[in-house]
């Protein structure tokens, strides 16, 4: 079963830049379509960005297209999410999801594995 660690969150002021990892270990992320979702205090866990298990098709949602960048290494079991242009509600714990599958997926119930998250809070 493969297990999602997340790493690379922290602080950072507005307009700044961060990347975030997820890494994979037990088994291999080729086959996996993966995700990012992000959870803020008091809301609901919101869909980011995804990406095809081959890297070719990626998906992001309107808040944060033009400003985060999804891509991964397979060779190296982990995917990254570049953050630029941060914004104060981009503040959340920011969640990988991974399932075996040829497509994308937006929605996490379409997701069976999940890292324990990582928090980024951007100040003002």
């Known amino acids: 079963q493969v297990q999602l660690v997340e790493s690379g969150g922290g602080l950072v002021p507005t307009g700044g830049s961060l990347s975030v990892s997820c890494a994979a270990s037990g088994g291999t992320l080729s086959r996996y379509a993966m995700g990012w979702f992000r959870q803020a205090p008091g809301k609901e866990r919101e869909f980011v960005a995804a990406?095809?298990?081959?890297?070719?098709?990626?998906r992001y949602a309107d808040s944060v297209k033009g400003r985060f960048t999804f891509s991964r290494d397979n060779a190296k079991n982990t995917v990254y999410l570049q953050m630029n242009s941060l914004k104060r509600e981009d503040t959340a714990v920011y969640y990988c999801?991974?399932?075996?599958?040829?497509?994308?997926?937006?929605?996490?119930?379409?997701?069976?594995?999940w890292g324990q998250g990582t928090q980024v809070t951007v100040s003002s």
């Open positions: 990406i095809s298990w081959s890297g070719h098709t990626t």
């Open positions: 999801a991974g399932r075996v599958g040829l497509g994308y997926y937006v929605k996490d119930g379409e997701y069976d594995t």
